[in-house]
């Protein structure tokens, strides 16, 4: 099973990127996020045609959302709310194959590292600590569990172009590192990437608008992630950052990733 995650940023924009997309990750499983788009709206029939009929979309307009499509059928979908908002930025599969899948889009957090001065990275930590807790209390359950998404946080120094620059930039900031950190404990998460790439390794998945040459300046950070339960670490095959599509016009600000296991 191939599953890619994507910050698509408005999933309108990327639709005639879709044959390029499949050819380039052979994914089964897509979880988008950013998708920008109110589930009414959202390119439902387009998937289906390409072979994605099995869809679990959480949207809302010009804001946030997330979207699981599907070659594989779910035995059930679900979305919830954080932090007591309906902000669209989870859903949940199980896939029949028992294979459970959830799908995140974390509050960016704004420019100012400060919760007192900044109600967005406040949201942001808030967020942080309550998808740790809720998590924790799974432990127990030991389910083949899926976690993927815009987390936007890049935790190790190699996940951003310069630790020392980016240590009071919201992204990379000591608390947002620890409280990942703290997330991916509670489960006892896999870095499925980091587990085919080194960490001494430089890894990015994102890189800014406001650079008049990414790949030269290759500013970039990993913001971008897939966790696996331990009972799924023995069954990761491969790991894919898809690099070419921060090229595709027009462009995301992020590319794909994408991770393959033995179903």
């Known amino acids: 099973m191939r599953l890619t995650t994507w910050n698509v940023n408005s999933v309108r924009l990327r639709v005639a990127h879709l044959p390029a997309l499949i ?8 979880c988008f996020q950013e998708t920008k ?21 959480a949207g809302q307009k010009n804001h946030h959302g997330v979207a699981i499509l599907s070659r594989l059928p779910f035995a059930k979908h679900d979305a919830r709310g954080w932090c007591g908002k309906d902000d669209k930025r989870h859903a949940s599969v199980t896939l029949k194959n028992g294979i459970e899948i959830h799908n995140f889009y974390v509050p960016a ?18 967020f942080l600590r309550e998808a740790a807790d809720w998590f924790g209390a799974l432990k127990t359950r030991k389910a ?14 190699t996940d951003v172009w310069s630790h020392k620059q980016l240590l009071d930039v919201v992204s990379h900031t000591p608390i947002e590192v620890e409280l990942l950190g703290k997330w991916m404990a509670s489960y006892k998460f896999v870095d499925a990437v980091r587990h085919f790439v080194p960490p001494e390794e430089r890894l990015y998945s994102w890189w800014s608008y406001r650079a008049a040459d990414w790949a030269k300046s290759d500013r970039g950070r990993r913001l971008d992630h897939v966790w696996v339960s331990p009972v799924l670490k023995d069954r990761l095959r491969a790991a894919q950052v898809f690099k070419p599509a921060r090229d595709w016009k027009p462009p995301s600000d992020h590319v794909p990733v994408t991770v393959e296991i033995e179903a």
């Open 37 to 57: 788009v109110v589930d009414e709206a959202f390119p439902r029939e387009v998937f289906a045609r390409l072979g994605y009929e099995h869809q679990a979309i």
């Open 144 to 157: 083949p569990l899926v976690l993927v998404g815009d987390l936007n946080v890049a935790p190790l120094e």
């Open 109 to 126: 957090g704004g420019d100012i590292p400060d919760p007192d001065a900044n109600e967005k990275f406040a949201h942001k930590l808030a």
């Open 23 to 30: 050819e380039a990750t052979g994914a089964d499983v897509f």
